[in-house]
């Protein structure tokens, strides 16, 4: 197993074990809002200390971007880390959430690590290896057109200066395809098109944490990542479309005639 993911499996398997030591006492929890319908608990930053401290003990030297905390250090590599994606259906007791954690050098993604406590699922991907769940090889799946598609989606909620469109291109998925899940946690959503159980996925409007690991867990499964345009721009936008290489493109086309 390549050193990176050794520390990041750990990591978030001892975060893993923080949530859901905490997922029979959520009335007793204490929550605060960091935006509109944005929430943090002290589950969120307890996790996020664990996997710090997790990391730093192996690797002292190197950068961290966490959710809670911000940036830590200046280096050439850097931890990309979501504590708890899916802080919302967590704090609901509806069982879609995750730890992500990536490595990045410069600006290319190296590792990644996502881990379902819920499920106990951990899909691992290091660049240039191919994407793994629970030790088993996964790519994305083999389906061709948009009508037997099932995607996934993250709906607006903290800026909706592009709301229209989004709305223009929802309709028209609805519309051409198997059907469309918004579940709440985007790396799990991610890390579903790297299995082959969604055919593809956007947002827009995500932060690093959200989807470094997943990105780099779908590009290691075979599949595409953009952004909208169809630049690799995703990273610094925020906005991002994963599929198949066969549905991705043909998401792009209609998102594009959405505008």
Do not use: C
């Not at 994606?85 to 490595?103: C, E, K, R």
């Amino acid at each position: 197993m390549h050193p990176f993911i050794t520390i990041a499996v750990r990591a978030a398997r001892a975060a893993g074990n923080i949530i859901t030591r905490n997922m029979d006492r959520l009335d007793a929890l204490q929550i605060s809002a960091k935006d509109n319908r944005d929430f943090v608990s002290e589950v969120d930053r307890q996790a996020e200390e664990e996997i710090i401290r997790v990391i730093r003990r192996a690797y002292p030297d190197h950068a961290i971007l966490a959710e809670e905390s911000g940036q830590q250090g200046d280096a050439d590599f850097e931890w990309i880390i979501d504590p708890l994606d899916g802080t919302t259906n967590f704090l609901h007791g509806f069982p879609q959430f995750a730890v992500s954690i990536a490595v990045r050098q410069g600006n290319k993604l190296e590792a990644g690590v996502v881990y379902d406590p819920v499920l106990q699922e951990l899909y691992t991907a290091v660049k240039g290896s191919g994407a793994q769940l629970n030790d088993r090889r996964i790519r994305v799946s083999n389906r061709k057109s948009l009508e037997s598609a099932l995607l996934g989606t993250g709906l607006p909620f903290l800026d909706h200066h592009d709301f229209d469109n989004y709305l223009k291109s929802l309709k028209v998925f609805m519309q051409q395809t198997a059907g469309i899940r918004r579940a709440g946690s985007a790396a799990l959503d991610l890390a579903y098109v790297a299995a082959g159980r969604l055919d593809g996925f956007w947002e827009n409007n995500l932060k690093p944490w959200d989807m470094a690991a997943g990105v780099l867990l779908v590009q290691e499964a075979g599949g595409l990542v953009t952004d909208p345009t169809g630049s690799d721009a995703f990273m610094r936008s925020g906005d991002v479309v994963s599929g198949n290489p066969k549905i991705q493109p043909l998401m792009l086309k209609i998102m594009r005639e959405a505008k």
